[in-house]
């Protein structure tokens, strides 16, 4: 024994002071109270050790169990390419209205994967790990915002699958090559954004986990991944406003800029007008609005 | 006794109510179309229960005071612990504490497919501690363990430890940061007998350390050797509060009755 008995303190309604008034007086704080959006950042900026080193911890441990491992990361997304291709290229013939059809859908597919599994796990990302809410303090913004990193990190390996491959089909580096990296930081702000509002709703709502692979989907054939909306509107007589509406997609835009950047025969023409101001507006619009809707309710995730 | 003014308090609960919901009690199977008008209705679904597992406890917890909290299982123990960590949201009152109190544990943060030395520096960034600090103490987080007596066992994914050698890393590492208000939810009964009775000696390390320390156990043995006060909760209600020895009696007397 160090630390000598106490007796019992009397309860506390036998003294004068309520309980407010002792916390205060000791400088005691409430528990699990939400700190200020400026703290809330702070606090944040702590843990951005623990944020990226959750994400690559569990980048590595997807495919540990696989015996082919981390060459998964990479074969995944090119399997995913060639069924649409197979689908939608040899199929349904969907390249005759595009020039260089392949790597217009591969570029398509594999930034429609960021940002479509980023709001996917982003609605999970909470919800299924209460357990970890509940045993440790964190900013747990630090989950949404670990799991888009984690995406993001898959989809840098993926960009060098994507520079193999256009290569391969004949497209050469170019200067407007390094657009890429605006347009991959824009729509990772959108995404991390997007995330944390479909993290806060999906925590206290898990049905709607459920509904965003059909969410997701809808959204996804209505983004032009293997499809070019510009030139399949421009035939089809659509009144000009659901042209106007397919082209302020989100992600649309960051997937036409994508291939703006990187293919020769997709022209500034294709792109809907102010494309890079739309792109910043809606990174900006998601991802403080996706911010603070999520700082709203910290003190309330995992109460489960 | 009369002089709690010099006593300066670290946790103050007043009048704490923690519900739980839990999903899929129901026995009706909800079609995709009832959820969704479900999530548009905003009602609640049919499975939803609601568990009021503790049911306005109040108490105030001083500097260096060890406190057992004590009950048969499910009376809210754990739960009462962390609205005190301020990880369970509560329903009602409010939990007043001295800096951050922590939960001695870090499982939730681990990884059983990462090596044993990935997750030594991820569980130390979970709890907050910076690079800096893990570096430092990697060396004896790793040694505390025990893991590399039997060889280079830090260097496999924790999927390949026996459940014992699993437990004594958690614990190791867990237990490698100081707090102010410390939470030990039955830790104590981890590992082989030497390394209880090294975590023994971290553990009465870690209390002198800490402000005030909370140790949820059904060992009352443990209670009566560590704590010198008891609160007995029994189906979320708090049932006594006092000095360990009288709590255990009255424990005790209740269990053999009850």
């Known amino acids: ?304 | 006794m009369a002089d709690t003014a010099n006593r300066i308090p670290t946790v103050i609960a007043d009048d704490v109510h923690v519900i739980y919901k839990v999903y899929g009690t129901g026995t009706r199977k909800g079609g995709a179309t009832a959820a969704l008008s479900r999530i548009i209705s905003r009602k609640p679904a049919p499975g939803v229960r609601e568990v009021h597992a503790v049911k306005g406890v109040s108490f105030t917890a001083y500097k260096g005071e060890a406190i057992g909290l004590i009950g048969s299982n499910g009376s809210g123990k754990s739960t009462l612990l962390k609205a005190i960590a301020g990880l369970q949201p509560v329903a009602r009152g409010r939990v007043y504490s001295q800096g951050q109190p922590s939960l001695l544990g870090v499982n939730a943060a681990l990884m059983n497919d990462l090596t044993g030395e990935r997750n030594v520096v991820l569980g130390g960034l979970a709890m907050g501690m910076t690079k800096q600090q893990i570096h430092e103490r990697y060396q004896d987080i790793v040694d505390f363990s025990g893991i590399n007596e039997k060889g280079d066992f830090i260097s496999l994914p924790m999927r390949t430890y026996s459940s014992g050698m699993g437990a004594r890393l958690r614990f190791s590492i867990a237990a490698a940061k100081d707090h102010d208000v410390l939470m030990i939810d039955e830790a104590l009964a981890t590992g082989d007998a030497a390394f209880q009775r090294r975590s023994q000696d971290r553990i009465e390390e870690l209390r002198e350390s800490a402000g005030t320390v909370f140790l949820v156990s059904h060992g009352i043995g443990t209670v009566r050797e560590t704590c010198d006060r008891a609160i007995w909760l029994e189906s979320g209600v708090l049932r006594m509060d006092g000095p360990a020895d009288e709590v255990c009696d009255a424990y005790e007397a209740f269990s053999r009755t009850g």
Request: charged share 10%; aromatic share 12%; glycine share 6%.
């Open chain 1, 1 to 304: 024994m160090t630390v000598p008995p106490v007796t019992a303190p009397p309860p506390l309604t036998a003294t004068a002071v309520t309980p407010e008034e002792l916390a205060a007086a000791h400088g005691l704080t409430l528990s699990g109270a939400r700190p200020t959006l400026p703290r809330y950042v702070a606090q944040l900026w702590e843990r951005r050790h623990f944020v990226t080193a959750y994400a690559t911890a569990r980048m590595q441990a997807t495919y540990s169990a696989a015996r082919l491992g981390q060459v998964w990361h990479l074969a995944t997304p090119l399997l995913n390419a060639a069924v649409y291709y197979f689908i939608f290229g040899v199929i349904m013939n969907a390249g005759n209205r595009v020039a260089d059809y392949i790597p217009f859908l591969i570029t398509g597919v594999f930034v429609w994967d960021f940002i479509g599994s980023s709001i996917n796990a982003g609605t999970r990302a909470v919800h299924s790990n209460l357990g970890l809410v509940r045993a440790l303090h964190f900013p747990r913004a630090a989950l949404p915002l670990s799991t888009v990193i984690q995406l993001f990190q898959q989809l840098l390996v993926t960009m060098g699958a994507l520079v193999i491959l256009l290569l391969a089909f004949g497209q050469m580096p170019a200067p407007s090559w390094l657009l890429v990296v605006p347009a991959l930081l824009l729509a990772a702000v959108f995404c991390a954004g997007c995330a944390l509002a479909m993290a806060r709703i999906g925590s206290k709502n898990p049905d709607v986990s459920q509904l965003m692979p059909f969410i997701l989907r809808t959204w996804m054939y209505s983004s032009g991944v293997m499809w070019s909306i510009e030139s399949t509107l421009k035939s089809d007589h659509l009144p000009h406003w659901v042209t106007t509406a397919l082209q302020l997609n989100p992600a649309a835009v960051y997937i036409d800029l994508m291939r703006f950047a990187l293919i020769d025969s997709f022209k500034a023409h294709s792109l809907p007008p102010h494309v890079w101001l739309i792109a910043v507006g809606w990174a900006l619009i998601a991802g403080i609005g996706g911010f603070v809707f999520f700082w709203k309710a910290e003190e309330e995730y995992g109460r489960g």
